[in-house]
């Protein structure tokens, strides 16, 4: 792939770890008060996408004192896609996941017990056989959706220990493919014949820590990003768009046309990445790898102007949250 916008990239693309949105625990939409008792393999044999994501994070200080720091959307998994199916051969209940870019994450076989599914593979990573499990908290309230949950603990670099609550809902693509229940506040549910409609720019940038502005960092920022175009189109079913921005590499504007995919109100760019794979007498070799970033249509200002909005929670400090707001308009 050309070297181009790093730095926008870097600000597009989706914070990891305990990133999150506003979704600030609204209403126990997620908290359903029956959760099933006997659950069946056969109940979720299908493909189910994830439509819904949020990470809250509990932390128990030295002193004893437990705080809850609630729970925000992750946009960068809503498209995620898991099969459940039971092998003919076998008898065996199997599942794949697959991200976005459609890349095999992990596949192996499944089964259930009361309330939970307990996933058993081989890790791509490590090699060594792994098995988890998720809870469900809804199922068959809302025909075609299943909500999550999942709970694991962690450890920052000072030694504070904290749990992470994991929860998720997916949708049925053959079912019910366009469920967004739950979700609060509700999704702009993205037009992309309106989004091809003209050209978009960057005009304006923002981030904050907590909720202080960082002045300095917006305004270096702020002179790369800010012109930034970006011009969605449909070829022979493909959509696509292409941007343009400045490239750090070569003191240009230089273009780039993406592949890209709508899901709901998030819009994913593909490219390829090479990445070192052997280091030999000659040298280093590279191999291509499948990678994203996106934009979220967070906010819709008019017809003619939304909010990208990215963030995650500090490492550093817990109750602090790194705020990016990116403002685009049609032009």
């Given at each position: 792939?050309?070297?181009?916008?790093?730095?926008?990239?870097?600000?597009?693309?989706?914070?990891?770890?305990?990133?999150?949105?506003?979704?600030?625990?609204?209403?126990?939409?997620?908290?359903?008060?029956?959760?099933?008792?006997?659950?069946?393999?056969?109940?979720?044999?299908?493909?189910?996408?994830?439509?819904?994501?949020?990470?809250?994070?509990?932390?128990?200080?030295?002193?004893?004192?437990?705080?809850?720091?609630?729970?925000?959307?992750?946009?960068?998994?809503?498209?995620?896609?898991?099969?459940?199916?039971?092998?003919?051969?076998?008898?065996?209940?199997?599942?794949?996941?697959?991200?976005?870019?459609?890349?095999?994450?992990?596949?192996?076989?499944?089964?259930?017990?009361?309330?939970?599914?307990?996933?058993?593979?081989?890790?791509?990573?490590?090699?060594?056989?792994?098995?988890?499990?998720?809870?469900?908290?809804?199922?068959?309230?809302?025909?075609?959706?299943?909500?999550?949950?999942?709970?694991?603990?962690?450890?920052?670099?000072d030694g504070t220990k904290y749990n992470i609550?994991?929860?998720?809902?997916?949708?049925?693509?053959?079912?019910?493919?366009?469920?967004?229940?739950?979700?609060?506040?509700?999704?702009?549910?993205?037009?992309?014949?309106?989004?091809?409609?003209?050209?978009?720019?960057?005009?304006?940038?923002?981030?904050?820590?907590?909720?202080?502005i960082d002045p300095v960092y917006n305004e270096?920022?702020?002179?790369?990003?800010?012109?930034?175009?970006?011009?969605?189109?449909?070829?022979?079913?493909?959509?696509?768009?292409?941007?343009?921005?400045?490239?750090?590499?070569?003191?240009?504007?230089?273009?780039?046309?993406?592949?890209?995919?709508?899901?709901?109100?998030?819009i994913y760019f593909f490219y390829k990445k090479?990445?070192?794979?052997?280091?030999?007498?000659?040298?280093?070799?590279?191999?291509?790898?499948?990678?994203?970033?996106?934009?979220?249509?967070?906010?819709?200002?008019?017809?003619?102007?939304?909010?990208?909005?990215?963030?995650?929670?500090?490492?550093?400090?817990?109750?602090?949250?790194?705020?990016?707001?990116?403002?685009?308009?049609?032009?």
């Amino acid at each position: 792939m050309r070297k181009i916008l790093y730095i926008l990239l870097f600000a597009l693309i989706g914070l990891v770890s305990c990133s999150n949105n506003n979704d600030e625990k609204k209403g126990d939409e997620w908290i359903p008060p029956t959760p099933p008792t006997d659950l069946l393999e056969d109940q979720i044999l299908g493909t189910w996408e994830t439509y819904y994501s949020q990470k809250e994070i509990q932390v128990k200080f030295s002193s004893g004192v437990q705080t809850t720091y609630p729970g925000f959307r992750l946009t960068e998994y809503d498209g995620f896609k898991t099969t459940f199916f039971k092998d003919p051969a076998t008898g065996e209940y199997k599942f794949k996941t697959f991200n976005v870019l459609y890349d095999l994450i992990e596949e192996g076989t499944y089964r259930t017990k009361v309330d939970s599914v307990l996933f058993e593979w081989k890790s791509k990573h490590t090699g060594k056989d792994t098995t988890t499990y998720q809870r469900i908290r809804e199922i068959g309230a809302t025909d075609g959706v299943v909500k999550w949950f999942r709970n694991y603990p962690g450890r920052t670099a000072d030694g504070t220990k904290y749990n992470i609550t994991d929860t998720r809902a997916n949708r049925e693509i053959n079912t019910n493919p366009t469920a967004t229940n739950g979700v609060n506040p509700a999704k702009v549910k993205i037009d992309f014949d309106d989004l091809s409609k003209g050209k978009w720019q960057i005009n304006g940038f923002f981030r904050y820590y907590g909720e202080d502005i960082d002045p300095v960092y917006n305004e270096k920022m702020g002179k790369v990003l800010i012109g930034t175009t970006f011009d969605f189109y449909t070829e022979g079913g493909d959509r696509r768009c292409i941007m343009r921005g400045y490239n750090r590499d070569t003191d240009k504007w230089e273009e780039v046309d993406y592949p890209v995919t709508v899901v709901d109100d998030v819009i994913y760019f593909f490219y390829k990445k090479k990445v070192p794979i052997d280091k030999g007498e000659n040298g280093e070799e590279f191999q291509l790898v499948n990678e994203s970033f996106f934009l979220w249509v967070y906010e819709k200002k008019s017809a003619n102007a939304f909010t990208d909005y990215k963030e995650e929670r500090s490492e550093s400090n817990l109750s602090k949250i790194v705020k990016v707001y990116m403002n685009l308009v049609r032009i």
